[in-house]
């Protein structure tokens, strides 16, 4: 029966070719809008997934109260990290520092002369934030690699970059800034772009100590470039840890001041979408932004509907001969209701497969206004997939089920002697 329909709603689409490209342009051009707004939210949803325990990593904040408000920050006194760690050894498991710098990298040739100059960040981790947050090594491992004072761990990538092959990277040394040598201790698999931490250099914080030592101990300096991450200890509440945060913060911050300064926290999944707090990789997209997104997606989607409808009901009219003969010749309702769903779902096909065309031309300039790394491929999000098979089902639905119950409806009396109107309907 459906094989029956389908030769049917293709015949019938075919002979009305005008209307048939009118309605799969419109569509598509909404399925098109609707997929682009789907890449982008699932693209930006996806920002810092998929570490081993999300659930219990924290960023350690700073905030301040003063006459004029309250201001806040994600970056830590240099002192607090290790403050942290041992004022809460019963809540926390790991505490780690890390710190964003940038600078001049070198390596030189054979001949001591500089082979590769570029300009990158560069930052300073302490070996326990990758026991925190579970990047994928190559080469090295997080206990070691950066436990001595010059040691640096490269991505795959800037390892490629620096020295041709990530594979003879290890041991290998690079200059930064004209101030002292690095020794390449440790690879890892390239940072996905969806991550709040862009780590491509990453420097022992020893030497950051070595050479800033006197800072370590100055708690009246706070640089958003220093942050602190914590995980909790298993079966610890971030209630408790909240609950002693005040006391941890008037002991250790300047009390003779003129406005009041105090340590909070923030959860690793709220870390992208909060704009009040900035990230090391300058990306923030607040969820409401989001859903607005989404509502605008829905409308242009509906928009297309609606218009699709409009057209179908007004093609009713010149369709009512061919209703009232099938009615005549022992058609049912539901028959004809679903024989109009057929030639509905054919459209939306059709304009999903224009719409995905659509999609493939729009998403450069998508990528180059927003500068994100947003991907269309289904075969590494296959929730994209899902998405645009629920968007014909939907569409098919939403577009094709009122033009179906008023065509189907026609009177065949009415409908053979064609005096069936736009207005006056005839429905039976």
Known sequence: MFKLNLKIAWRNLWKNKGYTFINILGLSIGMASCILIFIFIRYQMSFDEGFKNEDRIYRLTTNWTTSDGFEESQGVPQPAPAALRN?????????????????????????????????????????EFFQIMNFEWLQGNPLQSLSQPNTVVLSKDMATKLFGNWNIALGKTINFQNREDFTVTGILQDIPEHTSFPLNIIVSYQTFRNYNGPNFKEWGSTSSNDECYFMLKKGVSIEEVASILPKFSEKYFHKDLAFKEQNGFQAL????????????????????????????????LLTACINFINLATAQAVSRSKEVGVRKVMGSL???????????????????????????????????????????????????????????????????????????????PALAIKNKITANAGGLS
């Open 269 to 300: 999944s709220d870390i992208h979408y909060n704009e009040n707090l900035g990230n090391f990789a300058n990306k923030t997209m607040p969820k409401k932004e989001l859903y607005g997104l989404a509502i605008i997606g829905a409308f242009l």
């Open 87 to 127: 004022d809460f050894k019963n809540q926390i498991e790991k505490v780690a520092a890390i710190r964003q710098d940038g600078g001049i990298i070198k390596v030189k040739d054979a001949a001591g002369k500089d082979r590769i100059k570029s300009l990158e960040d560069v930052f300073y981790a302490e070996p």
């Open 333 to 411: 309702r539901k028959q004809l209701i679903v024989q109009f769903l057929t030639e509905t779902l054919i459209i939306s096909v059709f304009a999903l497969l224009f719409a995905c065309v659509l999609t493939e031309v729009a998403l450069p300039g998508m990528k180059s206004l927003f500068h994100d790394d947003i991907s269309f491929s289904i075969i590494s999000n296959p929730s994209i997939l899902v998405f645009m098979v629920g968007l014909v089902l939907v569409v098919s639905f939403l577009a094709g089920f009122y033009p179906a119950m008023v065509m189907s409806g026609f009177s």
